[in-house]
């Protein structure tokens, strides 16, 4: 008994869906008619035709006018080769500037705290 009134009352809940559904699908239509009947009435007014505005949908939304993307600005020294500053021992051949993520040799040199050794002799500009 109590199963028959529960598939009743979700019936009736259907059937006000529907309706509801219904009454909300007619004031749209009645909102879309009034918002295209400006669209039209703006279009003849500015000499634009089906096509024109056909077209206008198809390409999306027009690049706004006035904004350049920004260039994010470069160090001086961007770019530019610098002299190795480190020099693996157990490997001379490996090398690191002092720029940059740093090797796992140097992480290792770093960890035990002698990084300076590591150190290559700089010659002194005159």
């Known amino acids: 008994m109590a199963r028959t009134t529960v598939a009743n009352q979700l019936a009736a ?3 006000q869906r529907e309706v ?3 009454k909300e699908h007619a004031l749209k239509s009645k909102s879309h008619d009034k918002v295209l009947a ?3 009435a703006m279009a003849k ?3 634009l035709t089906a096509a024109d505005i056909g077209k206008a949908l198809s390409a999306g939304k027009p690049a706004k006018a006035g904004k350049t993307p920004r260039v994010a600005k470069k160090g001086a020294l961007a770019g530019k080769k610098v002299a190795p500053k480190y020099k693996n021992p157990a490997n001379p051949d ?3 500037t002092g720029r ?7 992480q290792a040199l770093k960890t ?3 990084l ?3 150190l290559i002799a700089q010659p002194i500009a005159v």
């Not at 940059?100 to 140097?106: D, E, L």
Request: hydrophobic residues 40%; glycine residues 10%; aromatic residues 8%.
């Open 116 to 118: 300076d050794t590591a």
């Open 13 to 15: 809940i259907r059937k």
């Open 94 to 96: 490996q090398t690191w």
């Open 20 to 22: 509801l559904d219904k």
């Open 100 to 106: 940059g993520v740093s090797p796992t040799w140097v």
């Open 38 to 40: 400006q669209i039209v």
């Open 112 to 114: 035990a705290g002698t």
């Open 45 to 47: 007014d500015a000499g």
